[in-house]
């Protein structure tokens, strides 16, 4: 279990977090929502171990983590840029973490995670030869095969569209499931967090203001500006799937005109 008690996070004058406290529950799917700037990735960060927190304590399964280093807390991290080495192969992206420790994972698991990711056809290209999904893939496969006791994911879907990021949403579930995975996510879509998450943490201004289910967030807010955001937040992305629906018609209608079959326009794989 992740426990974080009153963590405080301050740069100089500027609070970015006051006081988060919450419990995670082993294998389960924290997902954090909140408004550009209000401290998502620092947490992010300072549970990953890349950040210190001004005050308060990280424990995982009752060890105080606190004060320990990154590389010795045993937390991954997929980045949302990805991360990958352009000049490696994608199998040597993946076992890349692997050559300074090589018996965390053997070729029969790393194989297992690659055929789960459906990666076998991908694995000796080069980075510059992959589609947005299959890097995802790639930089999942190389995070997991270093077995960590936590998954951080940092916008793992922002540069995905359709149904590219719907598959890979479906193979973040299935992993996290198959492998009783916890799994800390930071996204800006509500219905990314509340379809994929167990728990849903919003921050505004710092400070908690909801931490519970997705059902009881949308159920219940906990006050206006819950309420507000998960509304305004959806609304967006209902006007982008309008704004989406209208230019695929428009582009079907001049494939139309141009003789073009409506097959050629699907989109590319994940």
């Known amino acids: 279990m992740l426990e974080l008690k009153n963590i405080t996070k301050s740069f100089g004058d500027t609070h970015v977090l006051n006081g988060i406290s919450l419990t995670l529950a082993d294998g389960q ?19 990953l ?18 004060q320990v280093p990154m590389e010795k807390r ?11 080495f352009p000049n490696l192969t994608a199998y040597e992206n993946i076992t890349y973490g692997l050559r300074n420790n090589p018996g ?12 789960l990711l459906g990666l076998e056809e991908h694995l000796s290209k080069r980075i510059d030869e992959l589609s947005g999904g299959q890097k995802q893939r ?25 149904v590219i990021k719907e598959s890979i949403k479906a193979k973040i579930k299935q992993i996290v499931d198959q492998y009783k995975l916890t799994t800390i996510m930071v996204t ?19 400070k908690i203001a909801q931490y519970d ?38 582009d079907s209608r001049a494939a139309a005109a141009n003789g073009v079959p409506a097959h050629a326009l699907a989109g590319q794989e994940a």
């Open 213 to 250: 289910t997705p059902e009881n967030i949308i159920e219940h807010p906990a006050s206006d500006f819950v309420r507000k955001f998960i509304l305004h937040q959806l609304e967006v992305k209902r006007n982008n799937i309008y704004s989406l629906f209208s230019e695929a018609e428009a």
């Open 138 to 162: 790639v930089a999942l496969a190389r995070t997991l095969v270093m077995k960590p006791k936590l998954l951080l994911l940092d916008e793992p879907l922002s540069a995905l569209d359709g």
């Open 104 to 115: 965390i994972s053997s070729e029969a698991e790393i194989k297992e995670l690659i055929s």
């Open 29 to 47: 799917i924290m997902s954090i929502l909140g408004p550009s700037g209000g401290g998502k990735t620092t947490l992010l960060n300072i549970i």
């Open 74 to 84: 045993g937390f991954n991290i997929v980045f949302q840029d990805y991360a990958l």
């Open 188 to 206: 800006h879509d509500p219905e990314e967090a509340c379809t994929m998450s167990d728990r849903v943490l919003i921050i505004n201004h710092g």
């Open 49 to 66: 171990g890349i950040t210190d927190a001004t005050s308060g304590q990280i424990l995982y399964n009752g060890e105080d983590l606190t």
